[in-house]
Nanobody, 120 residues
């Protein structure tokens, strides 16, 4: 059972990036998948949550409009697209899977994190 986050890197301000969270050993359509991020010296922050059962997604109020989460059940992978990147988006991004149909903040499985650095 594993969650593998990937896709981070160095991006210029204003650019876009798509993060992936691939699951192995369990079907994501029975889980909700949340993205969190933690910037250096700051507390962990919730970014989004998507329901594997129907693809409904939810976002932190401060991040709505630039973040978009989607799921490909055939690939058992969730994606997080980030547009108009800002330096303050620099953080380690984690994906977390929670069994069930509701985004409730649970955490059955954690991915290892992928670093996004926004800098010119």
């Amino acid at each position: 059972v594993q969650l593998q986050a990937s896709g981070g890197g160095l991006v210029q301000p204003g650019g876009s990036l798509t993060l992936s969270c691939a699951a192995s050993g369990f079907p994501l359509n029975h889980f909700t998948i949340a993205w969190f991020r933690q910037a250096p010296g700051k507390e962990r922050e919730g970014v989004s949550c998507i329901r594997g059962s129907d693809g409904s997604s939810y976002y932190a109020d401060s991040l709505k409009g630039r973040f978009s989460s989607s799921i490909d059940n055939a690939k058992n992978t969730v994606y997080l697209q980030i547009n108009s990147l800002k330096p303050e988006d620099t953080a380690v991004y984690y994906c977390v899977a929670d069994y069930g149909r509701l985004c409730r903040g649970g955490s059955d499985y954690w991915g290892q994190g992928t670093l996004v650095t926004v800098s010119s």
